[in-house]
Structures are given as C-alpha cells and as structure tokens.
C-alpha cells in the first residue's frame, strides 16, 4: 500500500498526472507531496487546488515516499536527483517521466540500487486519457512494474515496452497530443476563415476526433480503410487529401515523428 508519494517537479505533468490520481480513489490528496526548485507560488497554487501537502525542501518530499515521481526537465535531472539521494533507500519506488533518460543514467546519479521505472505519460492524464508506455530498469521487479502500471491505469492506459522503445514512444505519444492540437489549430482557422463562428468550429471539430478516436478503438478496420469509407470517388474528402498530399502532409508527419526521436535520444545523451 502507498503511504506517501512525492512530486519531485510540480509543472505541467506533474499536475496532469496529480489531477489523473485524485480523480481516482488510487490514493489520498493528504498522501501526496509536491516540490520544485523554486516557484513558492506554482506550489502555493497545487496546495490550495488540490489539497496536497507541497514543500520547498525536495528531501522532506522524498523522504519515506514508497513512490517518488520524478518529473522535472531532463537539463534539471541531475540536481533534482542529487537533492535527493541521500534520503532515498532500496524499498522506495523512483518513477522518471523524463524525456529521453534511460534507467540506466538516472541509476549513475544515485549511490544504491533504488528500483527506478520510466514512464512516458501525455498530458491526457489530466482527464484520465493518457497513454502511458512504462519500462523497468534492472533494479525494478514485477512488484515495482505493478505499482507503476497500476498508477498509470488511474490517468489513462498503461503498457509494458522494452526501454529501447521508449524513445519512439515520446515521439508518438508523449508528443502526440500536440500534434493533434496543431492540426486542430489548422482546421478551426480555416473554418474561421470560410465565415463559421471559432465555438461551433471548434466543438465541431473536437467531437470530430473523439469519434475518429472511437473509431480506432473499436473498428477492426485499419486506418486506412476508415479514411476509405469516407473519400467518396470525386467527393470532398478526396479533394481534402488530395491537397494533404499535394503539401507531403503524410511524409511531415514521418519526418515529425522521426525528428521527435531523435530529440529523445539527444536529450537523454546530454546528462
Ligand atoms: N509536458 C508533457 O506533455 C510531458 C512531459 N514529460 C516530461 O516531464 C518532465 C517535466 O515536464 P513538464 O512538466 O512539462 O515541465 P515543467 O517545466 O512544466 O515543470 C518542471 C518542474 O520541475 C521543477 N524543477 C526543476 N528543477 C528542479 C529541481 N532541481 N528540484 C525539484 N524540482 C525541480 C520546476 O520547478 P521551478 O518551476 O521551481 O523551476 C517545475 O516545477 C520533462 O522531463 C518532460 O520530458 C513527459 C511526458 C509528457
Ligand atoms: O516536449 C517534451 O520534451 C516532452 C516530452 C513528451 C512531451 N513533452
């Protein structure tokens, strides 16, 4: 059973992943400790909005956690896990949500074996809609693996990969919720543009990608093949992609995709 959990890093994943668990009965908001390096009012603000405990010290935050959330940037790892360390013992979970930083790394800043799992959350976590990949480091069990699968199913999904995978997961989903956004943005100008009013556009438009999503979900059919039931030959769909095409839209979002890996593994380089 988790007594006490701490957030180390209290920005925007932190608080998504915070407002996933209080939603859920997976623990108590008194069990929940918040800390960063030095925005008093930012902790001032979780406190007063989520009733979790917050404090300066990093060390009070960490120290007796059965789970310790790691989620500041990846160039301020080192000094969060550095403040932290020598408080930390074997019987303490470590779960990194940092971008690009392998177990392996983050158990080189740290004098013993702490079991550490990383996890890839989106920000979907806010409204219990994440997709989070998580993956052990050598010194993790099934147990450590439970827990952590088992908080990220309160914010979302949760699935098991090989740590190598890891960095092509934040290029898809950790980043993929902008990547909607930014298509969302494209639409709802152009509907604007064409004389419908931005609230109808974008409820339009929102509701239009639920359904694609539920679609996915639940179709045995591919992507390929809904996007096939909806281009009527000579429609106005075909019209649609046909321009996608004309602007290599498909081949963006590879190179999108891939240049988003590749910042995974740069980030993850620099500590
Ligand atoms: N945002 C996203 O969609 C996702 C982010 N991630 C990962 O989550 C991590 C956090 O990202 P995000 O929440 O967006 O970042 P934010 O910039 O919103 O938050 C970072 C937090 O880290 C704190 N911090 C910095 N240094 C320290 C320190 N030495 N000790 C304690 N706290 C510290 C900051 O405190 P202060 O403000 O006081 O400096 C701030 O509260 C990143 O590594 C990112 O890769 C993973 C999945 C998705
Ligand atoms: O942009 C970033 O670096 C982080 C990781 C995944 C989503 N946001």
Not at 118 to 140: E, L
Not at 168 to 197: H, R
């Amino acid at each position: 059973m988790i007594e006490k959990m701490a957030f180390i890093g209290a920005g925007s994943m932190a608080e998504s992943i915070l407002t996933g668990i209080l939603a859920s009965d997976f623990l108590a908001k008194e069990r929940i400790y918040v800390t960063n390096k030095s925005d008093h009012n930012r902790l001032a603000f979780l406190k007063d909005h989520y009733a979790v405990k917050q404090t300066d010290d990093t060390k009070e935050a960490a120290a007796g956690a059965d789970v310790v959330v790691i989620a500041v940037k990846p160039h301020d790892l080192e000094d969060a896990v550095t403040s932290i360390k020598d408080c930390l013992n074997a019987d303490q979970l470590l779960i990194s949500v940092v971008a690009g930083v392998s177990t392996d790394a983050i158990s080189g800043l740290l004098d013993q074996k702490i079991p550490i799992v990383r996890a890839m959350p989106n920000t979907s976590s806010a409204v219990g809609q994440s997709a989070t990949a998580v993956t052990r480091g050598d010194f993790a069990g099934a147990g450590d693996l439970q827990t952590a699968l088992a908080l990220f199913n309160t914010i979302g999904t949760a699935t098991e990969v090989a740590e190598t995978s890891m960095h092509t997961v934040t290029a898809i989903s950790g980043s993929g919720p902008a990547y909607v956004y930014y298509l969302v943005e494209a639409m709802e100008k152009a509907a604007v543009q064409t004389g419908l009013d931005y609230d109808t556009a974008h409820d339009l438009i929102t509701q239009t990608i639920i359904g694609a999503g539920e679609m996915l979900q639940t179709s045995s059919l591919s992507p390929s093949e809904l996007r096939d039931k909806i281009t009527s030959p000579g429609g106005t769909t075909q019209a649609g992609l046909e321009k996608l095409d004309d602007h290599h839209v498909q081949a963006g979002v590879e190179k999108c995709v891939e240049h988003a890996r590749e910042r995974s593994v740069e980030l993850g380089k620099k500590l």
